[in-house]
């Protein structure tokens, strides 16, 4: 297993540097880019400054005109773009592998601390999804394989289904109209993590606070997720009941209960467990532009839309790196995960 470890994280190097590679080249095409942004903007400042003094120096008004040479390559070499692209390319590699992401051209700030600052919320989003979203699923899927074709059955496929149609953001709305203040009642506040007045409060009321803001997001993020992982256990469980030893469990005498957690539920549960790494990995970066949108929530989801409208590529690259770095990682965990719950899996022959 050590030896195909290795194999693995050896071909994880050349997959980010391609992806990187990629994303950067396409980068480098993009109209718009920091150095046309802030050309746009001195032009716009030096017509206004411009129109305001025409009447007396109209002769000297050099905003119309654009700006001199001397200051676009001004421009380009505050941003690093003087230098070659294969160039960049390499130092930005080379900063990469320490965790240096450099400061954001929009934000003027460090990239980290602009990802640091940012990623409570879609924790906070995230996570509970996760935790919920398994909390109910799991249950619900043993108990629907258990009375397969029943009307229980029926009726809570007919909901899930149905929760999982709905799209997270449509649902906001409709919790907004609801609970938010909008058309019925006033309940769940509609900004934030926290209130304004968080620190003064004491311990449990800043835990009630801040469930008291979550609430309504995460309902909006949570419900599409039971459907699949229900139907996940539901379908396990059924395959593993068809099969013989759990005959053989049953004719030995043994109860219903004893049969299904103590022989059925251990396979059964390969598949979800085998998913825990990346949808818990999942859970810190699954922030959505809408559902950060409708309920006022400055998160990664936002930052990273608001980064590519102001061509922001250090936060771009940066959160792609971590991106790509996190998901194989996280497939690398995922086979691990299967050899420690299956020890019929080996990867000698890989």
């Known amino acids: 297993m050590w030896s195909y470890i290795l194999r693995r994280i050896m071909l994880m190097i050349p997959t ?13 095409f993009v109209p718009g880019g920091p150095v ?36 676009v390559e001004l421009l380009r070499r505050m941003y690093g773009f003087d230098q070659p692209a294969w160039q960049r390319f390499i130092q930005m590699i080379g900063h990469y592998m320490r965790f240096d992401f450099g400061e954001s ?10 990802v640091l600052e940012k990623l409570p919320v879609s924790i906070s989003i995230g996570l509970w999804t996760f935790v919920i979203s398994y909390l109910v699923s799991i249950p619900l899927g043993i108990r629907k394989a258990v009375r397969h074709g029943s009307r229980f059955d029926a009726w809570t496929s007919t909901l899930i289904l149905v929760g999982y149609s709905i799209p997270g953001f449509m649902l906001g709305l409709l919790l907004i109209v609801l609970f938010g203040g909008g058309s019925f009642w ?29 609430t309504l997001p995460v309902t909006a993020s949570i419900v599409g997720a039971f459907a699949v992982t229900t139907m996940l256990t539901k379908n396990s469980f059924l395959e593993e009941i068809a099969k013989q030893y759990v005959v053989t469990a049953r004719a030995r005498g043994l109860s219903q209960s004893a049969v299904l957690y103590r022989h059925i539920f251990r396979n059964a549960m390969i598949p979800l467990v085998t998913g825990f790494p990346a949808a818990f990995i999942a859970a810190f970066f699954s922030g959505s532009l809408l559902l950060e949108t409708i309920f006022s929530l400055d998160g990664l989801g936002l930052l990273g839309y608001e980064s590519a409208i102001n061509r922001d590529y250090p936060v771009v690259l940066a959160t792609l790196y971590c991106y790509t770095l996190l998901g194989l990682v996280t497939r690398l965990l995922t086979d691990i995960t299967y050899i420690l719950v299956d020890p019929r899996i080996t990867f000698e022959g890989y």
Do not use: C, K
């Open 36 to 71: 046309e942004r802030m050309m746009a903007q001195l032009r716009h400042s030096q017509t206004g400054m411009g129109e305001a003094s025409a009447g007396s120096s109209a002769s000297s008004y050099r905003g119309a005109q654009g700006l001199d040479e001397a200051q």
């Open 186 to 214: 006033n309940l769940f506040p509609m900004r934030g993590l926290v209130s304004d007045y968080w620190d003064t409060l004491s311990w449990w009321g800043r835990v009630g606070d801040y469930l008291w803001h979550i």
């Open 16 to 28: 980010l540097f391609g992806i990187m590679a990629v994303s950067f080249a396409i980068v480098q």
């Open 105 to 114: 051209y929009y934000h003027h700030r460090q990239v980290t601390d602009l």
